[in-house]
């Protein structure tokens, strides 16, 4: 079974754009979970969708955005970046069942100038 | 609020030693307690985790040992090597039908060979 795959890699922004990334979950997946990933605050939940509705936030600022697509694939949005929304953006997917295994994609890296 | 702390930072132990990582919670509604182990450009991935109802679990050389009483619980590596040298990060995740995992911010392992 192929793995989750996280779009783009790697992405470079400046202040006050908007940047889109994209997750596929592992196959037969229903639930995808975003977490940010900083040296200063470490692994913090954003947001997870399951069958395309939002199931659970974190604390996030509401230019934190995503949604999930009917097969499963996830997108979250960040509008207007600031120079501290630079980190790895992590996806997890998971079958949804709760407190099932999460596995993780490699992570989109942002860097916003 | 750091619900999940997690000690220490970093470890250095020599290959062949025990390495031994600390976590405390608490959020007594948290009751799955999984460890995540991260490599340099991946994602984490799941290496064991543990329900309140069991005291300690084996897989290996890994082994989870629960205090509820406590709150507290922890990883140990018998017989580190240094191929397990990598960033490990405790988690804590509630019943309530959703995936979110609330993280502690990890300890960077080295193995000296």
């Known amino acids: 079974k192929a793995g989750v795959t996280q779009t783009p890699r790697y992405l470079i922004k400046t202040r006050g754009q908007q940047v889109t990334l994209s997750c596929s979950p592992i196959s037969g997946h229903r639930s995808v979970s975003w977490y940010q990933q900083t040296p200063g605050q470490g692994l913090q939940f954003l947001f997870e969708?399951?069958?395309?509705?939002?199931?659970n936030k974190g604390n996030f600022p509401g230019r934190f955005s995503g949604r999930q697509f009917s097969n499963s694939r996830s997108e979250m949005n960040v509008s207007t970046l600031e120079l501290g929304d630079s980190a790895l953006y992590l996806c997890a997917s998971s079958l949804g069942k709760a407190q099932e295994t999460q596995y993780f994609g490699p992570g989109t890296r942002l860097l916003v100038l | 609020q750091q619900q999940v702390k997690q000690s220490p930072q970093s470890l250095i132990v020599q290959k062949g030693g025990i390495s031994i990582i600390n976590c405390a919670y608490e959020?007594?509604?948290?009751?799955?307690f999984p460890w995540y182990q991260q490599f340099p450009g991946k994602g984490p991935a799941l290496l064991i985790a543990?329900?309140?109802?069991?005291s300690e679990k084996k897989e290996g050389r890994f082994t989870i040992s629960f205090n509820k009483s406590a709150k507290q619980f922890s990883l140990h590596i018998m017989d580190s090597q240094p191929g397990d040298s990598a960033t490990y990060f405790c988690a804590a995740s509630k019943k309530g039908g959703s995936e979110k995992l609330v993280f502690g911010k990890g300890t960077k392992l080295t193995v000296n060979p």
């Open positions: 543990i329900r309140p109802d069991v």
């Open positions: 959020n007594t509604a948290f009751d799955y």
């Open positions: 969708y399951f069958s395309e509705t939002q199931r």
